[in-house]
């Protein structure tokens, strides 16, 4: 089998010293061969790379640079790399363009990388290497053949862009969405195409639909998006069996996407319904089922709403972000315009200062003349001067400038530090006041998080109160049953009436509360009465000491 990797990238300086590095990321030593270097006026690996991206800075491309790696499982000889190269050269749409090609060898293991010039030099423009990926498998298939190499299952039966059409397969998001939502999705695709399929037109679709509980909504990436009644959103054309995208815009062709209400407002409106559902299903409500459904629906309007708050309160953040972006450019506008008389008189003063230094080094009686000029009533051969006598030499004799570029780099990085730090200063004080509105705005989602808890608390606390109320009258009514009452309320085979045995059943209920040890005395004097009177408990006649 042959491994065949791709990437599309930039910065070949790195690149260079990677390929002639004789030690690997590991730390293995490590042999390089440059083999080619074809297409450029350099011959080394490093000039190359630099004359590829120097002939790529006059187009717009930011990734100049094609790398590909060959790694073979079983050695292949020279002829066959360059076969291979050629193929793959063909294949990714490179011939004739500057190529480099390294060979390393690591622990008696030989591979190649090969490096091409994406720019069309002819027509200065980037060439598009699209799909690297699958033209790299249908390669790598090919060669293993070619070469009598094996491959490994999984690509030999290669099913190619097949293999992105499996719309069961289950992501971790609608994993996620599963366990919010208690649907499979599975389930979700049988109905939506069960939905799609009722439909003639997009109005007959949506009502569809909403009898099976989601909405069609506008998406953002996707034209139409449906939305369940927990809020969650899901792709039509993932979710409908045996139709493409353009068949489904085509069939609800009357109901365009743009004039769908947004995710937000179907969210809202879902919300909405659901709570009112909840309590309908809560006030009319009979046996226990009935119950748990109403619950359902609370847990759902809860969802929902949650969804909508969540919705909300991100537009809202993502307009503050938005804000303070725009409010925070302005100041360093601003800030900057502000400074710009200062820069400009700076860099005036530099520019005289640097023509006047241009002019003095000209010659050596320039020089001298301004050296003089400089030091005029010094003593040039005292204590303080003495040290800087050299350079003063320098400068007269080689022409060397003084330092008057540091002088001026730091003058300009002294402005430049004042600008920064009023910049700095300004943009604290609008930030302060976004920090502000931004706690408050957490506040008041916080709060109303809290309401929306709290009332969707409430109405499943109602439903569990009727719930357990339920629950605990079919419980009695079992156990009575199985004491042996009758619809009359008659006992099967004493003939006591219903009263008698609930307060037999209450008095049996409070005995099985008591104590073990009171159990016990409970349980000798029963056995006493049953032997006539030879109890040890009350009314017994146990043996007595005398």
């Known amino acids: 089998m042959t491994i ?16 002639q590095r004789t030690v690997d990321k590991d730390g293995f030593d490590q042999t390089f061969e440059i083999a080619e270097v074809r297409g450029t006026v350099a011959d080394d690996v490093m000039g190359a790379f630099k004359e590829m991206e120097a002939v790529a800075a006059g187009t717009k491309g930011t990734k100049p640079l094609f790398s590909l790696s060959i790694n073979p499982s079983e050695p292949m ?35 190649a990388h090969v490096v091409w010039s994406r720019v069309d030099a002819e027509n200065m423009k980037i060439i598009h290497n699209s799909f690297d990926r699958q033209r790299n498998r249908d390669m790598a298939r090919k060669l293993a053949h070619q070469f009598g190499h094996k491959l490994p299952e999984g690509l030999e039966k290669d099913r190619g862009t097949d293999r992105f059409n499996e719309r069961s397969r289950k992501n971790w998001a609608e994993y ?39 909405h069609l909504a506008q998406g953002q990436r996707r034209a139409y998006v449906v939305v369940d009644m927990a809020g969650e959103v899901f792709s039509v054309s993932r979710h409908v069996e045996d139709a493409k995208a353009r068949e489904i815009k085509i069939k609800l062709a009357d109901r365009p996407s743009e004039k769908l209400p947004s995710v937000e407002r179907a969210r809202v409106f879902i919300a909405g319904r659901a709570m009112a559902q909840a309590e309908r299903s809560r006030e009319t409500a009979n046996t226990i089922d009935e119950m748990k459904t109403a619950k359902a629906h609370a847990t759902a309007a809860m969802w929902a709403e949650n969804k909508a708050a969540n919705t909300e309160f991100k537009a ?49 009686y320039g020089r001298v003349k301004h050296l003089l000029k400089n030091l005029r009533g010094e003593n040039l051969f005292n204590d303080q001067t003495k040290g800087s006598l050299a350079p003063a030499f320098r400068w007269v004799i080689k022409g060397e400038a003084p330092g008057l570029a540091k002088q001026q780099d730091k003058e300009r990085k002294a402005l430049g530090t004042q600008q920064s730090k009023a910049v700095k200063r300004e943009q604290g004080q609008v930030r302060q006041g976004f920090t502000k509105e931004r706690n408050g705005m957490r506040h008041n989602e916080s709060t109303r998080r809290s309401q929306i808890r709290g009332t969707h608390a409430l109405a499943v606390g109602k439903i569990d109160m009727a719930i357990a109320k339920a629950n605990e009258k079919s419980q009695e009514q079992a156990q009575l049953k199985a004491h042996g009452v009758s619809k009359s309320g008659r006992e099967k085979t004493s003939g006591m009436s219903k009263s008698d045995l609930k307060r037999a059943y209450d008095a049996f209920n409070q005995r099985s509360k008591e104590p073990r040890s009171v159990k016990s005395a409970h349980s000798r004097a029963a056995r006493g009465q049953e032997r006539g009177g030879r109890g040890d408990g009350p009314g017994g006649g146990g043996r007595s000491m005398g």
């Open 176 to 214: 996620n969405q599963e366990k919010r939502t208690g649907i499979t999705k599975d389930q979700r695709i049988t109905e939506i195409t069960a939905a799609y399929r009722e439909a003639d037109n997009g109005a007959s679709f949506v009502h569809a639909l909403e009898e099976r509980g989601y």
């Open 4 to 19: 065949i990797k791709s990437n599309i990238r930039a910065n070949g300086v790195d690149l260079a010293y990677h390929l």
């Open 316 to 364: 809202l953040r993502e307009g503050l972000h938005a804000r303070e972006a725009k409010a925070l450019a302005e100041v360093s506008k601003r800030v900057k315009e502000g400074h710009k008389p200062e820069w400009r008189d700076l860099l005036q003063r530099q520019e005289q200062q640097r023509k006047g230094m241009d002019y003095a080094r000209r010659t050596a």
């Open 77 to 111: 000889t020279r002829e066959q790399y360059a076969t291979a190269i050629d193929q793959l050269e063909e294949a990714h749409n490179l011939v004739g363009q500057p190529r480099v090609v390294v060979f390393h060898n690591k622990k008696g293991r030989e591979h």
